[in-house]
């Protein structure tokens, strides 16, 4: 057994999503067949390496991604809330600023302060339970390897 510890963590694939939908926590989203692909090929990178723990957030885009690992290297999946995507405002709605949100000003008092983000879970509440979920993989495989699928922004 080696003294160092490997946490990888795994952005889930490409999402079917062709409204354009800022999609969040919100759930029916699933990989497109593209989003398919990449998960296989997660499987076969993570296929030579010496995994043992395999953690993922409840959407169903990160459970399809998280899938082809477990099955390939005979793991169960752990799942575990504080890998989720973060919370934001615009759930539900196109972002941008032809027919999208940033078009109607009820929503500019969202978009006042990027740094804490005032659309959403702030950085600092992100970085502590990711944090925290590390260290549970980390010692869930103490001189080897865990995976942790989850999302764009709390990786």
């Known amino acids: 057994m080696s003294d160092s510890t490997i946490v990888h963590l795994l952005r889930h694939g490409e999402v079917e999503n062709p409204a354009g939908i800022v999609y969040g926590r919100l759930p029916g989203y699933h990989l497109s067949a593209n989003g398919r692909a990449m998960a296989s090929a997660a499987a076969d990178y993570f296929a030579d390496r010496p995994v043992v723990a395999l953690f993922c957030s409840p959407l ?76 549970t993989a980390r010692e869930a495989a103490v001189g080897q390897e865990a995976v942790c699928v989850s999302h764009q922004l709390p990786i």
């Open 60 to 135: 169903e885009r990160a459970q399809e991604t998280a899938r082809p690992v477990a099955e390939r290297l005979a793991l169960d999946i752990v799942t575990d809330d504080r890998l989720i995507e973060s919370w934001n405002h615009f759930e539900g709605m196109k972002f941008g600023v032809g027919d999208g949100s940033l078009r109607r000003p009820a929503h500019w008092p969202h978009l006042v302060n990027p740094f804490r983000p005032s659309w959403g879970e702030p950085y600092q509440d992100v970085a502590a339970r990711m944090g925290a979920m590390m260290e």
